[in-house]
């Protein structure tokens, strides 16, 4: 059974980069056949969807962040990079494993989490 | 790009009553549609994907319907254990997904 597991710093300074690893056990994320991602949540709000990546490296990022995030992966890990930090980036932050379900192949639902990291942002 | 509502907010319901949530999405996206259930503190969990499917495990008295700009979710009867905030989220214009702002669901 595939299990996801956020690890990192539970407090950045403003201006610095956000650094968190998901490591995937019970899996291998060079296998194949799923989206590795990453979801935050503001506290007390709702959720929202920062990126993902493939085993093969292709990565995709939310436009409102695009220019600040990167998003790695390899064997058994993947990696959120946040640059440029301020006090609205503190949120809970969560891995997450975008699968196809149905019959329409895409990688649209989010099958398995992480239980979630708190990131704050303060000096 | 795709913006998602809900409705309502909050409720608050007896055990054993039927519960239903909206959602409405800003433009059509199909059956492109998925819910989860998020209990405080706790990750959320996927309960219906593509608008009505079942996700394995899901207990049955969870339920979706709905295509193209407007869906709904049903727990038939309502148990204790089902407290949680429910969320919409879609996923038609990948690689963006966007979620809807919740709908609390309390024990009256």
């Known amino acids: 059974q595939v299990q996801l597991q956020e690890s990192g710093p539970g407090l950045v300074k403003p201006s610095q980069t956000l650094s968190l690893t998901c490591t995937v056990s019970?899996?291998?994320?060079?296998?194949?056949?799923?989206?590795w991602s990453w979801i935050r949540q503001h506290p007390g709000k709702g959720l929202e969807w920062i990126g993902y990546?493939?085993?093969?490296?292709n990565s995709y990022y939310n436009p409102s962040l695009k220019r600040r995030v990167t998003i790695d992966t390899s064997e058994s890990q993947f990696s959120l990079k946040l640059s440029s930090v301020t006090a609205a980036d503190t949120a809970v932050y969560y891995c997450?494993?975008?699968?196809?379900?149905?019959?329409?192949?895409?990688?649209?639902?989010?099958?398995?989490w992480g239980q979630g990291t708190m990131v704050t942002v303060s000096s | 790009d795709i913006q998602m509502t809900q409705s309502p907010s909050s409720l608050s319901a007896s055990v054993g009553d039927r519960v239903t949530i909206t959602c409405q999405a800003s433009?059509?996206?199909?059956?492109?549609l998925n819910w989860y259930q998020q209990k405080p503190g706790k990750a959320p969990r996927l309960l219906i994907y593509?608008?009505?499917n079942l996700e394995t495990g899901v207990p049955s008295r969870f339920s979706g319907s709905g295509s193209g700009t407007d869906f709904t979710f049903t727990i038939s009867s309502l148990q204790p254990e089902d407290i949680a905030t429910y969320y919409c989220?879609?996923?038609?214009?990948?690689?963006?997904?966007?979620f809807g702002p919740g709908t609390k669901v309390n024990i009256k």
């Open positions: 997450a494993r975008a699968t196809s379900l149905g019959s329409n192949y895409y990688f649209g639902a989010f099958d398995i």
């Open positions: 019970g899996g291998s994320i060079s296998s194949g056949g799923y989206y």
């Open positions: 990546t493939y085993y093969s490296g």
């Open positions: 433009q059509d996206i199909n059956n492109y």
């Open positions: 593509d608008a009505s």
């Open positions: 989220q879609q996923y038609d214009n990948l690689p963006l997904f966007t």
